[in-house]
């Protein structure tokens, strides 16, 4: 660690072909001699990876909700103030730990406010890299907060419209399978179009209104006479008074560690290992594409001294598969959907069918390294929910209500912090969660967690760290370790042991799952990184080509390796190069390999009002089993994590051009071509021939 003195104080086959050309490519621009830094892309390498690891193991592909980049562009625009940040805002960056942020405060009030951002490196737990990638976000100041008066707040904020379409090229086979008599085709336009107004004044007012249309639905006719398939409206205010958050309209809620309801996005296993908390404000406010996961109603915060007490209610239509019981002539839903897509006749019936009204509220405890929290939600349903009677689906949830009630605390001790959450749901099912976060030295840190979640537990809208999607039906043990054995090496690996003591869907028997990532990172300065990461992992899974009338269940391995080079070749020019292999089922009869590369070119020069960025990648695997994902760069506030399998080329053109302070527009072309078919896709979505290209253009404007 780097300490200074200031001031009297202390500073602190084929595919192998592509994968050496690939790798040659790469060792060929890293011969320059390193350059100075430019500003490094939002997200950054481990926020890609976490993305890119939330997409893999989530039943809905990619998200929807952008508000984790939202915040990110706010806090470069009004960046946080380290001199009089709480906790609560701290928090909000999703990249400290919960010992950082004691850290800092405890820091700065035994010392008093921070000179320069230097000084970060003598607050324990902090290190160059933490600095590095949160220099952008957080600015040290002793300016006097002035009290904002609402006459401020509505007044001196900025307004932005976004404007953002994109189609596939393409067309697939929903749409021309007319005629209009037909049920099941796509009747609108291949067009998907999101519009977004919002208000901001820093981080303390916003209000704004959204609409957005997928691919395939109607617009201003047939089952969408309304125009677009979504409205959103919201008001979020902060700090006013007593009152910490109001939110009306549309709003996120998050309490506790996940087992009770968290609705922002929130990231799981990944490198970053001491991630594994979940610690956001209750109330959030709620913009983004999303069509599900969030409250729409009245929220409000209150707070004094060291009590804070969260009150909400939400009425809302949602979307779900209806039947009718022929002996009693009653209507049920047999699954809540979660697509948001209302395209063909059947979807467009399922859509709003289901009325859900929730309620709920948080009571939470802070005072110095505690904290305790109780948390309460019930919902309502207007028609009960009966699902599929198959086995897996004997502990389902079922009926017109549901609730889940918590306790959530947390505690820190010198270089520990003890965190955790213990739930009971409605069917006095009981689900736990514990974790501990451990700064062994000033470059080793470990972080534990077990969690016990029983097949009877469900909740709704809930995100805990879990292997399945959703808190239910699982224990397991996770552990993790990061060690700076010097400033330019970062090694992280993480083991996760656990079983789902329940039968789930494709796995006819309890069954049992192991995790293991190892991950070395080589950044010795701010124009390179580098890293390499091994990843295996075994599911059980059902295993039946003979069509025997019970199904064996056996474990299926997969192992995966990949390295990855960022470099600034110049102060304009960025390049990066992956290349990644998986093997799956290595030694069984359905063994299947794949392997990915690809190499990335950004270009942004400095004080120009342009940038562009684009990528050529070759995948080959051999079936979906040995899929791959890849994070891609994509307009302002979109996500692009496409999955690859099969065998093709993928590549991209991405551009922005600053017409003036006002406006802003983005341009993104992709197109994927595959070798040897002559479909993309299946059903109505199934593309004729061999390509599928995708244009997607936006506008923003401020005023």
Known sequence: MIRLKKNGRCILPAALKVAGYSLLMGTIILLPELLIAQTPEIPS???????????????????????????????????????????????????????????????????????????????????????????????????????????????????????????????????????????????????????????????????????????????????????????????????????????????????????????????????????????????????????????????????????????????????????????????????????????????????????????????????????????????????????????????????????????????????????????????????????????????????????NIPEKYHALYSSAFTENSTPVNEKGMFGGISIRPTNFWRIDAYADLYKFPWLKYLTDAPSVGADYMLQATYKPNKQLEWYVRYHTESKSKNFNPDLSMLSPVINKPKQNFRTQVNYKISPAITFRNRVEMVWYNKKGQDAQNGFLTFADILYKPALKNYSASMRMQYFETDGYDSRLYAYENDVLFSYSIPVFYDKGFRYYLNFNYELNKQMTVWIRWAQSIYRDKTSIGSGLDEIPGNKKSEIKMQLQYRF
């Open 45 to 451: 390498t481990i926020a890609e990876q976490q993305l890119e690891a939330i997409t893999e193991n989530s039943d809905d592909n990619e998200t929807e909700d952008d508000s984790f980049l939202q915040s990110m562009q706010q806090f470069l625009k009004d960046p946080i103030n380290l001199n009089t940040a709480d906790a609560e805002q701290l928090k909000e960056l999703m990249i400290l730990s919960p010992l950082q942020i004691q850290n800092l405060i405890s820091y700065r009030s035994l010392l008093g406010n921070f000179i320069n951002l230097y000084e970060l490196q003598a607050v324990p737990g902090w290190n160059i890299t933490t600095i590095q990638k949160l220099r952008l976000f957080i600015t040290v100041s002793n300016k006097v907060i002035l009290v904002h008066s609402l006459k401020e707040r509505l007044h001196n904020g900025s307004n932005t419209i976004l404007v953002r379409i994109s189609e596939v090229l393409e067309k697939s086979k929903g749409y021309s399978l007319g005629p209009p008599t037909a049920h099941n085709f796509y009747p609108g336009s291949p067009k998907k179009v999101f519009v977004r107004y919002k208000y901001q004044y820093k981080n303390l007012l916003q209000y704004g209104l959204l609409a957005e249309k997928d691919a395939g639905e109607q617009f201003f006719k047939g089952a969408q006479k309304q125009g677009f398939d979504l409205y959103s409206a919201h008001l979020f205010i902060r700090n006013i008074g007593i009152i910490k958050q109001l939110a009306l309209g549309d709003f996120t809620v998050n309490m506790g560690q996940g087992l009770t309801q968290w609705q922002s996005l929130a990231f799981k296993k990944s490198a970053d290992i001491a991630n594994i908390k979940r610690q956001l404000a209750v109330l959030r406010p709620y913009n983004s594409a999303g069509e599900i996961n969030f409250h729409r109603g009245v929220g409000i915060t209150i707070g004094s001294k060291n009590w804070e007490t969260t009150v909400f209610a939400s009425l809302k239509k949602v979307d779900g598969n209806f039947a009718t019981d022929t002996v009693n002539n009653d209507g049920f839903i047999t699954s809540l959907q979660t697509s948001g897509l209302h395209r063909t006749s059947s979807e467009t019936a399922d859509k709003d069918i289901q009325q859900q009204i929730a309620f709920g509220s948080n009571l939470a405890y802070n005072k110095n390294n505690f904290h305790v929290g109780v948390n309460g939600i019930q919902y309502h349903f207007r028609l009960p929910i009966n699902k599929e009677a198959v086995p897996y689906n004997l502990y389902a949830l079922s009926g017109n209500t549901l609730g889940n009630y918590s306790i959530d605390y947390a505690y820190t001790f010198r270089n520990m912090h003890f965190f955790g959450e213990a739930a009971v749901s409605n069917s006095f099912a009981k689900a736990f969660v514990n974790g501990l976060l451990i700064s062994v030295d000033a470059n080793v840190d470990l972080s534990f967690l077990y969690r």
